[in-house]
């Protein structure tokens, strides 16, 4: 059975960078051909795909996002890392992070059944 556990801070100041890891148990984050994403749900809003990076990995932003996200790996810890930063009020969410089983060929690639395994998710609230 694979885990992912989410773990960070729950509270940013504006301006700074959010960093979040999530610990993989119950499989390898290098194991062909899994893709291991970040995703966040604002208060009110919709699920939306931050990035991922992949069993090879190779990396992939959310246009949206791209210049502010960076997606790595520590293999020997079996973990991936989140990092946004210049992080404003808008960040505010929930963060998860998950395994999709192949990658995303449709418009919306924050739809749940795109993913097989989830995290319980962490709040983090961006305010001063």
């Known amino acids: 059975q694979v885990q992912l556990q989410e773990s960070g801070p729950g509270l940013v100041e504006p301006s700074q960078t959010l960093s979040l890891t999530c610990t993989v148990s119950?499989?390898?984050?290098?194991?062909?051909?899994?893709?291991w994403t970040w995703l966040r749900q604002p208060p009110g809003k919709g699920m939306e795909r931050i990035g991922y990076i992949d069993y090879s990995d190779n990396t992939y932003y959310s246009p949206a996002l791209t210049g502010r996200t960076t997606i790595s790996r520590d293999t020997s810890k079996n973990q991936f890392t989140l990092h946004l930063n210049s992080v404003t009020p808008e960040d505010t969410a929930v963060y998860y992070c998950?395994?999709?089983?192949?990658?995303?060929?449709?418009?919306?690639?924050?739809?749940?059944?795109?993913?097989?395994?989830w995290g319980q998710g962490t709040q983090v609230t961006v305010s001063s």
């Open positions: 998950a395994r999709a089983p192949a990658p995303c060929y449709i418009e919306d690639c924050a739809a749940r059944w795109l993913y097989d395994y």
């Open positions: 119950g499989g390898s984050i290098t194991t062909n051909f899994y893709y």
